[in-house]
């Protein structure tokens, strides 16, 4: 039970109230709450919303991660990631160099590929056709989360076909799942000025609508801490809790800081530690029809990841094995993590910890 007197004393007892009661939240309550000077109180009400839905259950997952080349045709101000040829740091990897990574770890008991790069400039889509394939061939277990919403527009134009087409092709292929990346903040005001070459936000939900009407699931994230306003972080998470109340297919929702080290945002700096707990606990507020939301350690470092298990997030993340998005932006967590440490760091936070595959099932190991 939240202390009613603390939350009268914030101007927030009508939202303690309706969190309580387990009803919806507008865009003007998110407001309050990212402004309210108690960042406890906020993650107390997180924290009774994540306890509701998850009890102390925290899950994690053993993946490896692949990116298979940085170039990119577009040029996101945000990104350090993106690379033209001929620049040192690009990369691309041939589909034997993707199964060498696959092959690499055959004696870890992965549960998920995660497998994403930029908007190379003319690699065709039968390469991710074969490269699914050949991972699946290899290890029919594996459950494949590839290529964001973005990738696939991109693919579509390259091939001249329909985004929903591409998502045909590569389900039959064996997709299991889209992550969540490239969803950034959908302000058209943002994107016009971070990212203006980019699927724009309502393209990301219509591929995302496309996807789940499809069958495949999905993640969703939201880039935060660069230019946008608390106003617009409301906005995107709205427009999701909107799409997810029609199709029902978003898994987990992640929230991202901005990272800017190597990037070409002015004036950025990082985020800071209770900007972050905050952020993940409005969010686990406001998209109440989200079953999961992901503490992603690659970008908030491990320890503040656990602790943000208090403030909303019920999940962990993984083993990821080879990180480089977040790394390439000046990250300052570690590569790869094991399944005792993740277990450990999990226990000692004071959750049960959950291995689950990549749509949150749990795996039971004999
Ligand atoms: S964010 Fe993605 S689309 Fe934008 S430049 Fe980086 S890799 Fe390319």
Same mark, same amino acid.
């Given at each position: 039970?939240?202390?009613?007197?603390?939350?009268?004393? %914030?101007? =927030? +007892?009508? !939202?303690? &109230?309706? @969190?309580? $009661?387990?009803?919806?939240?507008? *865009?003007?309550?998110?407001?309050?709450?990212?402004?309210?000077?108690?960042?406890?109180?906020?993650?107390?009400?997180?924290?009774?919303?994540?306890?509701?839905?998850?009890?102390?259950?925290?899950?994690?997952?053993?993946?490896?991660?692949?990116?298979?080349?940085?170039?990119?045709?577009?040029?996101?101000?945000?990104?350090?990631?993106?690379?033209?040829?001929?620049?040192?740091?690009?990369?691309? %990897?041939? =589909? +034997?160099? !993707?199964? &060498?990574? @696959?092959? $690499?770890?055959?004696?870890?008991? *992965?549960?998920?590929?995660?497998?994403?790069?930029?908007?190379?400039?003319?690699?065709?889509?039968?390469?991710?056709?074969?490269?699914?394939?050949?991972?699946?061939?290899?290890?029919?277990?594996?459950?494949?989360?590839?290529?964001?919403?973005?990738?696939?527009?991109?693919?579509?134009?390259?091939?001249?076909?329909?985004?929903?087409?591409?998502?045909?092709?590569?389900?039959?292929?064996?997709?299991?799942? =889209?992550?969540?990346?490239?969803?950034? @903040?959908?302000?058209?005001?943002?994107?016009?000025?971070?990212?203006?070459?980019?699927?724009?936000?309502?393209?990301?939900?219509?591929?995302?609508?496309?996807?789940?009407?499809?069958?495949?699931?999905?993640?969703?994230?939201?880039?935060?801490?660069?230019?946008?306003?608390?106003?617009?972080?409301?906005?995107?998470?709205?427009?999701?809790?909107?799409?997810?109340?029609?199709?029902?297919?978003?898994?987990?929702?992640?929230?991202?800081?901005?990272?800017?080290?190597?990037?070409?945002?002015?004036?950025?700096?990082?985020?800071?530690?209770?900007?972050?707990?905050?952020?993940?606990?409005?969010?686990?507020?406001?998209?109440?029809?989200?079953?999961?939301?992901?503490?992603?350690?690659?970008?908030?470092?491990?320890?503040?990841?656990?602790?943000?298990?208090?403030?909303?997030?019920?999940?962990?993340?993984?083993?990821?094995?080879?990180?480089?998005?977040?790394?390439?932006?000046?990250?300052?967590?570690?590569?790869?993590?094991?399944?005792?440490?993740?277990?450990?760091?999990?226990?000692?936070?004071?959750?049960?910890?959950?291995?689950?595959?990549?749509?949150?099932?749990?795996?039971?190991?004999?």
């Amino acid at each position: 039970m939240l202390d009613s007197k603390v939350y009268k004393d %914030l101007g =927030l +007892d009508d !939202i303690r &109230g309706r @969190v309580e $009661a387990g009803e919806r939240l507008s *865009i003007e309550d998110g407001e309050r709450l990212l402004g309210c000077p108690s960042v406890l109180a906020v993650g107390a009400l997180a924290h009774e919303a994540r306890r509701r839905m998850h009890g102390d259950v925290a899950y994690y997952v053993v993946n490896q991660h692949i990116n298979y080349s940085n170039l990119c045709v577009n040029s996101c101000r945000f990104c350090a990631f993106g690379r033209k040829q001929g620049d040192p740091l690009a990369f691309e %990897l041939t =589909l +034997d160099e !993707i199964l &060498g990574k @696959v092959k $690499a770890r055959s004696q870890d008991p *992965i549960t998920e590929v995660h497998m994403v790069g930029g908007c190379h400039p003319s690699l065709p889509l039968s390469f991710y056709e074969e490269a699914i394939q050949a991972i699946k061939a290899l290890r029919p277990e594996l459950r494949i989360k590839a290529f964001t919403a973005v990738e696939i527009a991109h693919f579509a134009g390259l091939e001249g076909i329909t985004p929903r087409q591409v998502l045909l092709r590569l389900k039959a292929a064996g997709l299991d799942m =889209l992550p969540g990346g490239g969803a950034e @903040v959908f302000s058209p005001r943002i994107r016009g000025l971070l990212c203006p070459e980019k699927l724009s936000g309502q393209g990301w939900l219509d591929i995302a609508r496309d996807a789940h009407e499809l069958g495949i699931r999905t993640n969703a994230t939201m880039l935060y801490g660069h230019i946008e306003t608390a106003r617009e972080r409301l906005e995107h998470l709205d427009a999701l809790r909107r799409l997810q109340d029609e199709t029902r297919g978003l898994v987990c929702f992640i929230p991202l800081p901005f990272q800017p080290a190597n990037t070409r945002v002015q004036d950025a700096r990082p985020t800071t530690g209770v900007e972050d707990l905050k952020t993940m606990a409005v969010s686990r507020l406001m998209l109440d029809n989200v079953p999961h939301i992901k503490a992603y350690w690659v970008m908030l470092t491990v320890k503040l990841a656990q602790v943000a298990l208090y403030f909303g997030a019920d999940d962990f993340d993984g083993t990821v094995v080879e990180e480089k998005i977040g790394h390439m932006a000046g990250a300052e967590s570690e590569q790869a993590l094991t399944r005792t440490e993740l277990e450990r760091v999990i226990r000692e936070g004071g959750f049960s910890p959950v291995e689950r595959d990549c749509f949150f099932n749990e795996v039971k190991r004999g």
